[in-house]
């Protein structure tokens, strides 16, 4: 029983050795991933149209303060003018609402179309770390101080092979 204990931690630190670690650059894939152009277009979309709905509200509400105010001068009766003031001020609260929630919803569509490349992306690196007997793959994006590189392999290219992204391919550009 002694003899084989003793084998036993002879041969922990053998395997130990024999453990293959590896790290991607999660942040260059994902800008050169098919999915974040789609993603990108879509967003930039969706903004346009808010954009668009919103100028067609601003628009609405300056026309109607062109009127109101050109009634001012034109004598028209008190409550007329009262009930006026009201509805452009009820216009002025929507288009503030309105702004706010276009910002909401644009930030809420980011964070899904993100999640669903993370997920796509850590697909991949699951795939690779398993076909590849991986113990560990760091993700240098994230921040990590230091990692080896003699005994850590670059598993970017092979993640990018996973996903079927070419190694020349161009990261997309956000038109913010």
């Excluded at 999640?115 to 850590?122: G, P």
Aim: aromatic letters at 6%.
């Amino acid at each position: 029983m002694k003899k084989f204990l003793i084998l036993i931690l002879m041969l922990a630190p053998m395997s130990l050795l024999a453990q293959k670690f590896g790290y991607v650059n999660s942040a260059e894939i994902i800008q050169v991933m098919p999915e974040y152009s789609k993603a990108l277009k879509d967003i930039q979309a969706l903004e346009k149209t808010y954009t668009d709905d919103f100028n067609s509200m601003r628009t609405e509400l300056e026309r109607k303060g062109t009127e109101f105010e050109k009634m001012q001068q034109d004598s028209v009766p008190e409550n007329i003018l009262k009930r006026r003031y009201e509805e452009l001020m009820q216009m002025q609260q929507r288009l503030q609402e309105y702004g706010q929630t276009i910002q909401q919803n644009l930030s809420k569509a980011e964070s899904e179309k993100m999640m669903e490349i993370q997920t796509v992306l850590k697909s991949a690196l699951d795939a690779v770390g398993k076909d590849g007997a991986y113990v560990c793959i760091f993700d240098i994006a994230g921040g990590i101080p230091f990692i080896n590189t003699t005994i850590c392999e670059d598993v970017t290219p092979k993640v990018r092979a996973k996903l079927g992204i070419p190694a020349n391919a161009v990261p997309a550009v956000a038109n913010r």
